[in-house]
């Protein structure tokens, strides 16, 4: 089955440093989102993202974060100046038409860690 | 909030039992779908429902949906050890975003 892909699996960044999280959505999907679980916590949502632009996101997701699709393939998360609060792990996600009773896939996350 | 809340928070069963999980949530939806995550791992999407079907099948796995009681269950008959995980339901409300609850820790025991 066709896989979304995310790296880094881990990464550890220093308090106002900027991170960019990678992830590869499934080749013929049209609707990528990003969510972040921190540790013992809630699945949360950040954002929701078609035709190059964002359609959806959620009180989390301010001026501090940003999505971008620079190539076509992959679909990237930035954090300008992380916080120690921003350490989860971060779930990209797809599917191919964004329709109500269509399943989302979901990579293996990104745990960041803010020191 | 829309959120779905699973119920039990915990739950620690024999391998061969059969193990019940609910799911509660506040208002009226689109569909509810049951994930599954292994420690330190992803989501894995295991079944949708929609909000006009009240039980759905896939292999061991039974999902019923009361919407007249904003509830769901996801039965797993014959559990076995590969069934450890935390299980999560999430509504698609009105917004069409899905919205998680905290999930149960399912321990199936040998």
């Known amino acids: 089955e066709p896989e979304v892909t995310q790296t880094p699996s881990h990464q550890v960044t220093q308090m106002g440093q900027e991170v960019i999280l990678r992830c590869v959505p499934i080749?013929?999907?049209?609707?990528f989102y990003w969510y972040r679980q921190i540790l013992g916590q809630k699945v949360e949502f950040l954002v929701s993202?078609?035709?190059?632009?964002?359609?959806?996101k959620s009180e989390i997701f301010d001026d501090q974060f940003s999505v971008e699709r620079p190539d076509g393939s992959n679909f990237t998360l930035k954090i300008r100046s992380t916080k120690l609060e921003d350490s989860a792990m971060y779930f990209c996600?797809?599917?191919?038409?964004?329709?109500?009773?269509?399943?989302?896939?979901f990579g293996s996350g990104t745990q960041l860690s803010v020191l | 909030s829309q959120q779905g809340e699973e119920d039990p928070q915990a739950l620690s069963i024999q391998e061969g039992e059969n193990a019940t999980m609910n799911c509660s949530y506040k208002?009226?939806?689109?569909?509810l779908q049951w994930y599954r995550q292994n420690s330190g791992r992803g989501l894995v999407h295991l079944i949708l429902?929609?909000?006009n079907e009240r039980e759905k099948h896939s292999g061991r796995l039974r999902v019923t949906l009361d919407t007249s009681k904003k509830s769901s269950s996801l039965l797993i008959t014959a559990s076995r050890a590969a069934d450890t995980a935390s299980y999560f339901c999430?509504?698609?409300?009105?917004?069409?975003?899905?919205?998680w609850g905290a999930g149960t820790k399912l321990i199936i025991k040998p």
């Open positions: 999430a509504p698609l409300g009105s917004n069409y975003q899905l919205i």
């Open positions: 208002t009226s939806i689109n569909n």
């Open positions: 429902i929609r909000s």
């Open positions: 080749s013929n999907h049209l609707y």
């Open positions: 993202f078609y035709n190059n632009e964002i359609s959806e």
């Open positions: 996600a797809s599917s191919l038409f964004g329709s109500t009773n269509e399943k989302l896939f």
